[in-house]
């Protein structure tokens, strides 16, 4: 199902009163690292408490403060920090003691982001109750910074809280896990049972995927199942997973799936948890999930993520090769990472010497490696994953991305892709829609298609490596 096709997905709900449900967890401010974050919380806060504008100024009267619905309105569709009597008056209008919120908006004013005061097992966490203590809480360190994924969060927010499954999916370096593990830890307060965290390391380079036994009995160990009761299994262990979280609130972060079959025996996971997973690939067939799909950043957010690594008075010396750094990472975060990250360590190179050394394409991937950070490694695993695949339509598939990254950049149309592939166009359109599925290619409607530029890129350094495949 579509985020956008179901209206309970709506942002912004119809001006009438709904009634709290009493299962639900009252949202806190706890652990919220940025603005962006501590407005998801106050339009979760509004809809909790299921008041409408008109209702909340009233209210708000009553309680001798001033908060005009037309001010409240247009606050709550910001991601800026409101004022502190704007967010005061909120909450006491909503039925709660506002000074968490105050706390917690002035602790953001002063740090302008997250570093310290989030996540399971965080420094800044607060340690738990002498009977939450096997409560397993494994989520890994939020994000540091999370730019322009405010609508993401709120989207992936609302499915968690709605769908047994969802399923967070992207190209290769967009931020999936990023955005998966911060939607985990803004729901936590849903799961007080526990937050249980695998990497199925489906496109780590170099590593096996897990298999599903392997991954159920993970979750088994993380939940105090004893080794030598785990079965091998995967049917028996996944049985034994839905057992022991029937009567349990968890939510399960299953990270970097390789494909269906790798989780398909886990979930749904059964009773009132619930599981994220991130994933390359579409994963559309898991029953009872819904799909959020992350897209490149827009040129601003893109911006600001060099921004935030390079420092402000280096970006606004260079402006021009700021945007233009931007593109040619394709406004991606892992590369925008690795960019930003080379320059750090140069600094004493302007921004125009790295956007000069990418302006060749055959040597571009080159400049996109630090550490133990490769884009082009990251990118070979999913080529690899088709070229190597028994079922012959996805060979198919990666002989057709080597073989359309030699048409001109920008839209790919079905006929020039069937030309180019000298097929029919029923079997060109069912090649490039397993492309789509696998997000190695964006479709922009039936019949249109767009190779992202790093996956252009690398689609013609193996075409060139096997002879242009013609």
């Known amino acids: 199902m579509a985020y956008e096709s179901h209206p309970a997905y709506e942002f912004d709900p119809a001006e009438q009163s709904h009634p709290a449900n009493e299962f639900d967890a009252v949202p806190t401010p706890d652990h919220v690292a940025t603005p962006e974050e501590f407005m998801i919380r106050l339009r979760q806060l509004k809809r ?5 504008y008109r209702e909340l100024e009233s209210r708000a009267r009553d309680n001798g403060d001033h908060l005009a619905r037309s001010t409240l309105a247009s606050t709550l569709r910001r991601d800026a920090l409101p004022r502190p009597d704007v967010v005061e008056a909120l909450v006491r209008s909503c039925g709660l003691d506002p000074a968490p919120w105050v706390r917690a908006r002035r602790r953001l004013t002063v740090l302008h982001t997250g570093d310290g005061s989030a996540g399971d097992g965080h420094p800044g966490d607060r ?7 096997t409560v397993p809480r494994q989520l890994p360190p939020v994000p540091p910074r999370l730019v322009g994924r405010g609508r993401e969060l709120e989207q992936a927010l609302s499915m968690i809280s709605s769908a047994p499954v969802t399923v967070v999916t992207g190209p290769p370096g967009v931020g999936k896990s990023a955005v998966g593990v911060r939607a985990a830890h803004l729901a936590a307060h849903r799961f ?11 496109t780590t380079p170099g590593a096996e995927p897990m298999t599903p036994a392997e991954v159920a009995g993970a979750l088994l160990r993380s939940l ?14 996944a049985a034994r997973l839905r057992s022991a979280l029937s009567d349990r609130r968890v939510l399960v972060l299953l990270d970097d799936v390789a494909s269906a079959a790798q989780v398909r025996p886990l979930v749904p996971i059964g009773g009132p948890s619930a599981a994220v997973l991130t994933s390359r690939a579409s994963l559309t067939s898991i029953e009872g999930s819904l799909h959020l799909r992350v897209g490149e950043l827009s040129h601003e957010a893109a911006q600001e993520v060099l921004a ?12 021009e090769a700021v945007r233009t750094l931007a593109s040619q990472c394709g406004r991606l975060p892992l590369v925008l990472r690795v960019a930003a990250a080379r320059l750090a360590a140069r600094p004493d190179w302007p921004v125009r010497a790295l956007t000069g050394r990418m302006a ?8 996109f490696r630090v550490d133990d950070l490769e884009v082009r490694a990251s990118l070979a695993v999913s080529f690899e994953d088709l070229e190597r695949s028994r079922a012959e339509q996805d060979r198919m598939a990666a002989r057709a991305l080597r073989l359309i990254a030699g048409l001109p950049p920008g839209e790919v149309r079905l006929p020039d892709a069937a030309a180019a592939l000298d097929a029919s166009r029923d079997a060109a359109d069912r090649v490039l829609e397993r492309l789509v599925d696998a997000n190695l290619v964006e479709s922009g409607g039936p019949g249109r298609y767009r190779v992202p530029e790093l996956v252009r890129l690398f689609a013609l350094e193996r075409a060139e490596a096997r002879g242009d495949d013609r």
């Open 48 to 52: 909790w408490a299921g008041f409408t």
């Open 127 to 133: 340690p738990p109750r002498p009977a939450e203590r």
């Open 192 to 202: 007080p049972d526990g937050r249980l965290y695998v990497n199925l390391r489906g």
């Open 224 to 237: 105090g199942t004893p080794d030598a009761q785990v079965p091998s299994d995967a049917g028996e262990a």
């Open 308 to 319: 935030w690594y390079l420092g402000q008075e280096r970006v606004r010396a260079e402006p």
């Open 360 to 367: 060749d394409e055959r040597r571009r991937l080159d400049e």
